[in-house]
């Protein structure tokens, strides 16, 4: 159409785009380091037309990997990542020995936290166990009118 309309266009596709490795090799040589930098650089004007806008789409099924490998940094968006087990993410969490919430949000927020274990539990976990960040800490808390007592879990 583009051509029969003397545009120029070309529908995405009818695209011929570089190989996915090469077309990663140009795009981690920028040394951009978010998927907002890479809008900002399509958006710019400055991108060849033979690398796709969007690469997630065209080499899904030719070695796409994230965004993360597509730029070079590394990151693994959280929906990729791969976890541990819940039981086995739990015991390391009741290993840490803290007792609140807000511990556990300042022990991941301190860097100590391993990649494969979630900082938001009760998301990842909420139908493979999840009962309480309680129950992930270690101890669990009962209420009985005014009072609450922490009770230890035998799971």
Known sequence: MGDWLGTGTIAPWLQEYRYFKDARAFVRALGLKSEHEWRDYVRSGK????????????????????????????????????YRSFKKARAFARNLGLKSHGEWSDYCKSGKKPADIPAAPDQLYAEAGWVGIGDWLGYA????????????ITR
């Open 47 to 82: 991108k060849p037309g033979d690398i796709p806008a969007d690469p997630r789409g065209t080499y899904a099924k030719a070695g796409w990997a994230g965004s993360g490998d597509w730029l070079g940094t590394g990151t693994v968006a959280p929906r990729l990542r791969q």
């Open 141 to 152: 808390t009962q209420h009985s009118g005014t009072r609450s007592r922490a009770v230890g």
